[in-house]
């Protein structure tokens, strides 16, 4: 008997720990949420990426505006990176 494929969640347990379902239904409710949230993840890190952009091309933003940019960028890279993995293990049938 095949066990049924374990997806990374886009989100960790309240311990820190990574969540992973475990489904045949691609288009189940946790799957379908899962979905949701990688996208709204993807949605933030291309507005921060812009925001970023706007204040690296700003001469006059000063030291916070870039500390402010740059802690908002590594949050968003942090969680991009977290749907690639969550994507590639699908893809790759491995988490």
Request: overall charge negative.
């Amino acid at each position: 008997m095949d066990e049924s494929p374990l997806r990374l969640l886009p989100w960790n347990s309240p311990e820190g720990r990574p969540c992973y379902l475990s489904t045949d239904h691609p288009d189940s409710r946790l799957s379908s949420l899962a979905d949701e949230v990688e996208a709204e993840l993807l949605s933030c890190g291309e507005a921060v990426l812009s925001g970023a952009e706007a204040v690296l091309a700003d001469a006059a933003a000063g030291e916070g505006a870039v500390r402010f940019a740059l802690t908002w960028t590594t949050e968003s890279l942090r969680d991009v990176l977290r749907v690639a993995h969550c994507r590639e293990g699908r893809t790759s049938g491995k988490l």
